[in-house]
């Protein structure tokens, strides 16, 4: 990125606002809108008029998520509200827009307008990103509800995606001895070149009884009260996946299991890290349009 | 420890009480004393008589601290108080007793009654156990503190000593870009010799403008206004040495940096750990005395 | 796999050799052909007449590389030569088949015939294996060319495919500063996740002065002469990229630097794990069927 | 090492010779005694008169071990054979003198003339850096030896001493199942702290048929007829520890087991790191000199 670029930052939470201020302290022109009860410092033209998203920039920034409902943007910090809708038929031909959570009504509207709008969530390296923040949200989690140390405990982590890949990585580094879960064979080979314990998703259930502490990444119920019936009482749940997630938590709480679901850490625990991966990823989109 | 002894455990917090827990699970006789105001489950005699303490035990298990102040036990959890050397004077002779933070005055009443008393503190299976929980314990205080991940910030542990060594290894695993530091050549090849940079103590001052955090674990003023003032403005510093630690906190707070003097850290954090610590300590020794 | 199988393991080298043994030894029947020079321990009705492949086993093993050359049967270990058209020709409809390096020649022959064939190299499970085999091959290639240890040398990892992940873990696990390079965002994501430095291929060339050693994992030219030319005058590269690999071998040579090009590790330097990847392939194939 | 020193490198193998030039590659003054055999790249001073050594050197450099019998120094690269006590009554008083392997007779000697003599081997900096050499060499061999990799192998270390400590570090690094043992309470809680199977060496006995590769450490017979006789058929089995070792190898050969006493490996496999090492003491003693 060696040049001044202009980006037009729309609504959004936290995050966004870091990401402006990390966007003027790389020297680049910001222009703020649907953020007016943010605070920002560094260079920001802020509370700019919508009407300004008429003109081209290099880089339009909308929300994560971009919607608050099926049809308004996501703009915590505006005392305004505006329809996703109206906001992109501002935008000119060919102007490349970044957001989070498209779904399938604001692509065709892109696509009608000719507009190029990309997913942060569809990118590999800010789903990268965000798992690392996961990971580590899910370890202060875990630390948080036990009275004891992590090392030496046996742990498994269900599910080998990005998530238990790097919440593997890093349990493993504390000295947890890791068991991590896959459904497929290539994967289990993955879990065991890496040094861990691998077993079957479809397998847990007969070594439930094994593991002090159990972090979930897979969004299916795997965690039926069958299979929580067979952990130790004093075991420490930790549910990464989005609702509904992967525990039956009602069976659980009837078992006095100790659960937790822990939802959007990245924002939560990390919103520096977020902001950071958001502009990482701008970058690397420009980066790949200028190749 | 195949058989069942007899254990007398007298004051202290509720890590004590835990330590009763634990030995009456593994099927050891427990009287409980001074512990009056604590709940207790388990096959556990709470509420005893102190004279009862004129008996022989296995072993009698003082708190840590062994003494709330120069002359009384540490009996948080009582509504009594005891003079230590009162207590002590009850014990038979030959009587192995176990306590914390043994000061000379309490060394030689024992030595002049003819009881043999073990200080935790100097005995190296509690003390790293104990180091375990404080390498977590900063860890967990570093992810709070911080907005964003750990990973590939840049890190200096200063004092390659117990807390340094697991704080290393731990931090490493979270793929933190680590540097220790160290006074004597011999540790400084340890550092190198487990992967990471290594800097001598000495030079702290001039390379401390890498560091995005700094764990300090040397009792000695190591941070002074003029090493703090080369820093990161948003450098996080979590001082783990014991009061009055190793950084000037005033000068820190004048210059603005994010500061932590994190202590007690085992108690706090993990008291079931603490409570296994000192389970296991009392464990190794019976078993040292029985070879 | 509870239950007894029949197997047909059909000619090549000494890692069939080794997976009929596994075979056998986990009780199932195993008939080897094209294995008449072969020695072989344990219960395997060995010397076969191939017409018995009219037969249907519950799975046929051909060779890795299946063929020798455009025509006959990779069979080092037999008097005899046999065209895989042949071979082939004999199975029953419906015969499972498993062999390495399979061509499109043999996929249409078998397609036209009603066999299913899977090649060892189109799945996950075996290339994961068989890049444990080469990232320990490849460090064991570099102990032997140095006169250093590997412990704090700068080491870059150019991509990060299967090979590249493994061996940027065991090298990170040895004290190694490890570099890791990529082309994607994504991959440059995974290897910051990981803990290591991070470097675009497409800029290997500014920074090749800072390694010590260099593991290539590109198939295509990377280190060329104007590369190369910037590297340290000792520098120790393995190029682990099947021919013609990614290095300039000839400018190397004339730059005077120290290069080794290390090919079909697996089988060289860990030839029971060969098989027991080759056993594991295999058994994941059949349970997959079972589904 | 700010400023030009002036060594006196006396006698030694090739390891001697790469530590001349490495000191002429930092700039010293490097004359080379009963050395005359070796080449030697770099401004160093060769073939001297040894009674040259009548002058006063910032530090004069004997071999490693410093005698090859109870009276002479250890010369191979030399055509002359010299008394140790003869070399010794040449350096003036206060000289500062170091070497390898020092007998009580030499320091005897040495302090009767006023000399001060450091031995490498009572040097931690010295010690740690020859464990690294010894652990990397230790993996290199069981590559060697195994047809297998070493990921997920079940791998014992008896003793976590220098070299234990390290070895553990570099296996838990490549995937392997780390098991180490430990006499003492102290060591046993350091093993679990690194998050590594703790055993009791006493108790090896009872759980050595778990193990499929051992590396002993320890000086003492510890694998004894009955204990190897409780161990894996394949079991590979590595003895670190200086003669006579801790394996009873005769009984080993006789059960078919797979042995290797690997001696001296530092000097063996990586030489030049051995030089560095003796490099980095003698910059190391001077530098306390110094302070």
């Known amino acids: 990125?060696?040049?001044?670029?202009?980006?037009?930052?729309?609504?959004?939470?936290?995050?966004?606002?870091?990401?402006?201020?990390?966007?003027?302290?790389?020297?680049?022109?910001?222009?703020?809108?649907?953020?007016?009860?943010?605070?920002?410092?560094?260079?920001?033209?802020?509370?700019?008029?919508?009407?300004?998203?008429?003109?081209?920039?290099?880089?339009?920034?909308?929300?994560?998520p971009v919607k608050s409902d099926a049809e308004y943007l996501n703009t915590p910090l505006s005392a305004y509200r505006y329809k996703a809708d109206d906001i992109l038929s501002l935008f000119p031909t060919g102007q490349i827009v970044v957001a989070g959570k498209v779904d399938n009504a604001l692509f065709a509207k892109a696509g009608r307008n000719g507009i190029r709008i990309y997913d942060y969530l569809e990118r590999e390296d800010f789903t990268v990103q965000s798992s690392v923040s996961t990971a580590e949200g899910a370890i202060e989690e875990a630390m948080k509800a036990l009275d004891t140390t992590l090392n030496q405990k046996?742990?498994?982590?269900?599910?080998?995606?990005?998530?238990?890949?790097?919440l593997a990585h890093y349990l493993d580094g504390l000295g947890v001895k890791v068991t991590a879960s896959a459904r497929k064979s290539g994967d289990i080979a993955w879990i065991s070149a890496y040094g861990y314990n691998a077993v079957r998703t479809a397998e847990i259930k007969e070594h439930i009884a094994d593991y002090d502490i159990i972090f979930n990444t897979i969004p299916h119920l795997i965690f039926t009260e069958a299979v929580l019936s067979r952990a130790k009482r004093n075991v420490f749940i930790c549910d990464l996946a989005s609702k509904p997630g992967g525990v039956d938590f009602a069976a659980a709480r009837e078992l006095g299991l100790k659960t937790v679901h822990a939802l959007s850490i990245p924002g939560k625990y990390a919103p520096m890290s977020a902001a950071e991966a958001m502009r990482d990823t701008i970058y690397n989109i420009l980066d790949e349009w200028g190749d």
Chains 1, 2, 3, 4 share one sequence.
């Not at 046996?154 to 790097?166: E, N, R, V």
């Open 1 to 64: 990125m060696p040049h001044k670029l202009n980006f037009a930052v729309v609504g959004g939470d936290e995050r966004q606002v870091k990401l402006c201020e990390l966007l003027a302290h790389d020297g680049h022109v910001v222009s703020a809108f649907a953020l007016d009860k943010a605070e920002m410092s560094g260079v920001i033209t802020s509370g700019c008029d919508t009407s300004e998203l008429r003109n081209k920039y290099d880089c339009v920034i909308l929300p994560v």
């Open 154 to 166: 046996s742990c498994l982590i269900a599910g080998f995606g990005h998530i238990g890949k790097i």
